[in-house]
């Protein structure tokens, strides 16, 4: 059966252009000239997909799709993406709280969209489970932002991800988000020849099947998708991002199915990679230090977070280095930025250091080091935080 789309918009040469692209692909389209319209046939018609304009008369898409929200409660989910006029992340922002899954700017190549709507029916339709009895995963996606360079977010990305895998039993990825200056490889003792996230984004017809093959596989039970090897070749991934959004979405769709937990090693850049990044993740960990720069840092952070509309709950900070003496302990930190922390992670410079030049993390050569118990608590934080959505862990 062909997959349904209702295009809700007032202007009749967008309309042409969307009912020919969509049938062009196979879609069966149905059309709304305004907002109430859009609702009233969304409900009795329930599309597998909605395409909503912003700007209609009657009733705008933003309230369209609020109604829509509130009236499918318990009856399912109708995935829509908005078509705005205006590349703003202020409309952006009010359109993801309206209750939009994504949005696209006009004017726009039907090439994308249509990219765009396939991504979101494979993120937003249920899995049918493979060949085998292979249940479905709906993972969930952890980034970890450093307030400044030097705070460890690398370090304590890693260790995370193999105190869930190796003593949490989960199915766990870490993706090298730092595209210029990914450190994984070196960490992790890996070289330029493995797969890197350059050939994800290059691949136009990504699937589960051959995102795994992409998935290298480390000895401490975690699987990578690493960064570019170069920072020339970081470009192609910013164009690719720049010329296709959903290239990432669909990345990050596919992990969320193979995994428990996809943890997203960032840098520090505030850029549309990263901006895209935050709107993915379930939880932000921003990572810090209790010094001046840093302090001076993460109020700066939290502000940018408010403004993109995220809730105080999806972002968390994590002090790393929390027993170090740098003249302000935790207490005083706090004060500082006027909220609690949520998480602490203990000092062991030696330690850190002799694991990061060694190629052997910490929590594999080291379990029982105070260091490796300390992010093992976290790790277990984590997972407790998540235990309503996750899988019980594997024996």
Do not use: W
Not at 28 to 50: H, K, N, Y
Not at 82 to 111: C, N, Y
Not at 173 to 195: E, K, M
């Amino acid at each position: 059966m062909a997959t349904k789309v209702l295009v809700v918009d007032d202007d009749l040469n967008i309309q042409r252009v969307l009912v020919f692209a969509l049938k062009q692909e196979g879609y069966e389209v149905t059309v709304a000239s305004d907002g109430a319209a859009g609702v009233q046939m969304a409900l009795e018609a329930r599309p597998d997909l909605i395409l909503m304009d912003m700007a209609m008369p009657k009733l705008d898409g933003y309230a369209a799709t609020q109604q829509i929200r509130a009236a499918e409660k318990g009856v399912g989910h109708i995935p829509i993406i908005m078509l705005t006029s205006e590349a703003d992340v202020g409309q952006r922002v009010r359109g993801l709280r309206a209750g939009a899954d994504d949005d696209i700017v006009k004017p726009f190549h039907p090439l994308e969209l249509m990219a765009r709507i396939k991504a979101l029916m494979a993120q937003s339709a249920p899995v049918s489970a493979k060949a085998g009895g292979e249940a479905p995963t709906i993972g969930k996606l952890c980034a970890f932002y450093p307030a400044k360079g030097g705070v460890g977010t690398t370090t304590i990305a890693i260790n995370t991800a193999i105190g869930l895998a190796r003593e949490l039993n989960r199915r766990t990825a870490l993706i090298d988000a730092n595209l210029q200056f990914g450190d994984l490889r070196v960490f992790l003792d890996l070289g330029l020849d493995t797969p890197s996230i350059v050939s994800a984004v290059s691949e136009p017809d990504l699937d589960l099947d051959l995102f795994r093959t992409m998935m290298v596989k480390h000895r401490s039970q975690i699987e990578l998708l690493l960064a570019p090897p170069t920072p020339a070749s970081a470009d192609l991934v910013v164009e690719r991002q720049r010329q296709a959004p959903t290239v990432i979405s669909n990345i990050l769709s596919l992990s969320r199915r193979l995994y428990d937990y996809t943890l997203v090693d960032m840098s520090q850049a505030i850029d549309d990679f990263n901006l895209q990044l935050f709107d993915e993740a379930d939880v932000i960990f921003v990572v810090m230090t209790a010094d001046l720069s840093c302090l001076k840092n993460v109020p700066l952070v939290l502000e940018t977070m408010v403004s993109l509309g995220y809730e105080q709950g999806k972002v968390q900070l994590v002090l790393n280095r929390s027993n170090a003496y740098t003249g302000i302990n935790v207490s005083n930190a706090e004060s500082a930025l006027g909220r609690k922390i949520d998480y602490q992670v203990i000092n062991e410079y030696r330690g850190a250091i002799s694991a990061l030049n060694s190629g052997e993390p910490f929590m594999s050569s080291r379990a029982d080091a105070p260091l490796s118990k300390s992010v093992l608590a976290f790790a277990r934080a984590i997972d407790k935080a998540f235990a309503p959505d996750a899988v019980p862990a594997r024996a």
